[in-house]
């Protein structure tokens, strides 16, 4: 009988900072692990501690507890399989991010991160030293090697493992989502099977940390490339792995090769889910939000509801002399088909209360942006009268377009603690609302169905500030506006590249110098999933202060 070796796979959602319930996750995949008789169970990168972790693995004092929680668990997995489990190592005055080896109560090996990431969100030449190339290790059936997430993308640690004995290669990772990302994943991972001739188990944690998303699919490739197994993108998933032993080295056998969703879908189920995460590990149950009757406010209550239940969703109009009948019209129709509650607080008494008390200094003037800006300012302080009375956090609704050119009012429609299209420029939110009312999955927790009024998604843009106000009043047309964006934003294209495309050199311009405007307000704004790999915060990184501007 040909030998056998059984690898339980761990892809969980661990919370950054909660090293018990950290701790007690892995202790169950370790009890799946051991009632189907695996010989080893393995969890991602840094999983005791959650991940990403930032400054919070530089204090002594939170590294020392997660190591410590390492060895409480050791001893509590110390009758049955072997246990991997990522997590930090403070060792000879040094901080590494290590994977730590668990067997028969005892910590037996650590393997060090050689590579260390220090570009788009990654930070750890910051944080961690890096360790040499280590062996692989012997669990008397089978000999491991552990490249750790960035190791695995430089072909020289793996090539090391596999000349020192690994026979089968497991990739523990803490892998941010960003669209498209699994085709980048997996044409890197076949080009490890490839030049080592061995399988390779790549291990991917799901879930939401602030503005990043996990979202798993993790897979196991045999020598020649093909996917042995894949597990669910974004879903928990114990999964049981067998290895046969043949006369060319170890092979997975096949089994379940878990359907893969479209990049409308997964970009949907990742705002779902960080927002899901996002109130769930800091303690919120509901959250409340301004429904204008424009597209971006209707797919971010949809995203709530489908994120939290409908029941949870609390959808505000806070109409003024300038909204339109067809706006409190669309907002009653939007709730009523999403099942949130709706309140109505009208605006119009303090929007004239502070005009009045303003009417002195204002003398002499002519009315403008700054007259609009009260009534979105005013709106900002309701809603969070409203959170901070009833403990519902409130969301912010800016699209990608609006935040990238600052047409958001600071301190007003920018208030709250989350949002979730802030990565999401103008043009896709239209198409995600049309794939949100076409399809329903059962991650979804708000209704089956149209929930989006057609007519909420064709009518122009407005934000209803002024008489007869469109958003192209200010702007280039979304179609236009989001092309040049992603020209000078996403792929750091100069004006004369942009201009090349066929746009105006004026309109450009004018988009440029927004953008850089603009940094300030998003400087304060709140946090938002991150589905492209040029978001705003940790991807792109501007000063405030700046006063060059393309000469091109």
Not at 312 to 323: D, E, G, H, I, W
Not at 356 to 381: C, H, K, M, W, Y
Not at 400 to 406: F, H, L, Y
Request: glycine fraction near 8%; hydrophobic fraction near 40%.
């Amino acid at each position: 009988m040909a030998e056998r070796f059984r690898l339980t796979l761990g892809q969980m959602n661990p919370t950054v900072g909660d090293l018990g319930g950290n701790a007690d996750l892995a202790k169950r995949a370790w009890d799946e692990g051991r009632a189907a008789g695996a010989d080893m169970v393995v969890l991602p990168e840094m999983f005791i501690t959650g991940y990403q972790t930032q400054d919070l693995v530089m204090k002594p004092a939170f590294t020392l507890d997660a190591m410590a929680h390492v060895e409480r668990l050791a001893a509590d997995c110390a009758d049955g399989p072997v246990l991997g489990i990522g997590g930090p190592l403070l060792q000879g005055g040094k901080l590494y991010n290590a994977y730590h080896i668990l067997k028969a109560g005892r910590v037996v090996r650590q393997v060090l991160k050689h590579e260390l990431p220090n570009e788009t969100v990654f930070d750890e030449v910051r944080l961690f030293s890096p360790g040499p190339i280590s062996g692989p290790f012997d669990l008397g059936v089978v000999r491991v090697g552990t490249p750790i997430c960035e190791d695995a993308w430089h072909e020289d640690v793996p090539e090391a493992m596999a000349e020192s004995g690994a026979e089968i290669l497991i990739v523990p990772n803490g892998s941010p989502y960003y669209r498209n990302k699994y085709d980048t994943r997996l044409n890197v991972m076949v080009a490890r099977v490839v030049e080592t001739g061995l399988p390779l188990v790549y291990l991917n944690m799901v879930g939401a940390q602030d503005d990043q998303v996990f979202d798993g699919g993790s897979f196991v490739l045999n020598p020649h490339g093909r996917i042995a197994r894949r597990l669910p993108v974004f879903d928990e998933d114990v999964t049981h792995v067998d290895f046969e032993k043949t006369e060319n080295g170890w092979r997975a056998i096949e089994g379940e090769v878990a359907e893969f969703p479209d990049e409308w879908e997964q970009d949907y189920r990742a705002m779902v889910q960080s927002l899901r995460d996002y109130l769930g590990k800091t303690g919120f149950r509901k959250v409340v939000l301004g429904l204008s009757g424009g597209v971006d406010s209707a797919i971010v209550a949809t995203i709530a509801a489908d994120a939290i239940g409908p029941q949870n969703v609390r959808c505000v109009m806070l109409p003024s002399r300038f909204t339109s009948q067809t706006s409190l019209e669309d907002v009653a129709e939007v709730a009523q088909r999403l099942g949130a509650r709706l309140d109505t607080v009208s605006i119009r008494e303090p929007v004239e209360a502070v005009n009045g008390a303003l009417a002195e200094v204002f003398a002499g003037t002519t009315p403008d942006l700054a007259e609009e800006n009260i009534q979105s300012r005013l709106r900002g302080v309701i809603l969070m009268a409203l959170s901070n009375k009833f403990g519902e956090m409130l969301l912010t609704t800016g699209n990608k377009s609006e935040v990238a050119v600052g047409y958001a009012t600071i301190y007003g429609d920018m208030a709250g603690g989350y949002n979730p299209i802030k990565d999401l420029y103008k043009m896709r939110v239209f198409e995600t609302c049309r794939w949100r009312n076409a399809n329903h999955r059962d991650w979804m927790m708000g209704p089956e169905g149209e929930v989006i009024p057609p007519r909420v998604i064709d009518k122009p843009p407005t934000a209803e500030l002024r008489a007869d106000q469109k958003d192209s009043d200010s702007l280039p047309e979304y179609s236009d506006l989001d092309v040049i964006l992603e020209a000078l934003i996403d792929h750091e294209k100069s004006v004369a590249e942009v201009v090349g495309m066929g746009f105006d050199r004026d309109i450009v311009k004018k988009v440029e110098r927004l953008v850089y405007l603009a940094e300030y307000k998003r400087f304060q704004s709140a946090p938002g999933p991150r589905l492209t790999k040029r978001s705003f915060w940790l991807d792109r990184r501007y000063p405030i202060v700046n006063r060059w501007r393309d000469p091109s």
